[in-house]
């Protein structure tokens, strides 16, 4: 059972214009996403979360929005750059007592930049 | 300063053979381990995750184990590799923050 799904597996976008990344979960008890950035043959690197007490997480270029209603959530690269091709993971968590917290991440999506 | 290694990074091994993965943080003490699968066309999955020594708790049947033998040390072995163990393998530290370190990764092929 997929409890975080993104549902395009590729995505491309010419330089310059806005990416946009769509992630959607099934667990209401979920209560932190992240995205994580991944490059071939490297391990994933944070780029931005939220929390769900906000609806909007802005990071330079990166924005994240949050629709608690529709456990929708996606990511926003504006402009987009060559160097931001790459797969782009959804996580998400529940609670953070200090204890393990278990990220549940998507399928990932491919974003390809181009010239 | 926050580390965390994980070796060695590309490994070919035969049908049946033992494997040993291994992850060690630096910089924090009793750390949230885990290690994570991406198989071909598929996302990260969790496999095993530990809070301390000797604690470790699985997500998923297979023929995989993990160990904790030290504080700052996590093992992924196999005694077997079988053909559908193959796979890229991430050891990850997730700090109380939620904030989520993870490791250089393991290719491993299994022919």
């Known amino acids: 059972d997929q409890q975080v799904k993104q549902n395009s597996p590729s995505l491309s976008v010419?330089?310059?214009?806005?990416?946009i990344l769509n992630c959607d979960y099934t667990n209401s008890m979920f209560d932190y996403f992240l995205w994580y950035k991944k490059y071939p043959a490297e391990g994933p690197t944070f780029l931005i979360s939220i929390s769900s007490i906000k609806d909007k997480n802005?990071?330079?270029?990166?924005?994240?929005?949050?629709?608690?209603s529709a456990k929708h959530l996606s990511l926003h690269i504006v402009p987009s750059q060559p160097g931001d091709s790459a797969v782009y993971f959804c996580a998400?968590?529940?609670g953070n007592t200090g204890t393990a917290s278990k990220l549940t991440f998507g399928t990932g999506t491919r974003l390809q930049v181009t010239l | 300063s926050q580390t965390i290694h994980q070796w060695p990074a590309t490994l070919v091994q035969p049908v049946g053979s033992p494997l040993s993965l291994e992850c060690t943080v630096e910089g924090t003490s009793n750390p949230n381990l885990y290690w994570y699968r991406q198989a071909a066309g598929r996302g990260l999955q969790l496999l095993f995750y530990s809070v301390g020594i000797g604690q470790i708790s699985s997500e998923v049947p297979q023929n995989l184990s993990a160990s904790r033998p030290q504080d700052r040390q996590f093992i992924l072995s196999s005694k077997k590799?079988?053909?559908?163990?193959?796979?890229?393998?991430?050891?990850?530290?997730?700090?109380?923050?939620n904030t989520i370190y993870f490791g250089e990764g393991s290719w491993l092929t299994v022919v």
């Open chain 1, 58 to 68: 802005e990071d330079g270029r990166f924005t994240v929005f949050l629709n608690k």
């Open chain 2, 81 to 97: 590799l079988l053909l559908s163990d193959s796979g890229f393998y991430l050891c990850a530290w997730i700090t109380g923050g």
């Open chain 1, 14 to 19: 010419q330089e310059g214009r806005i990416s």
């Open chain 1, 92 to 94: 998400a968590s529940m």
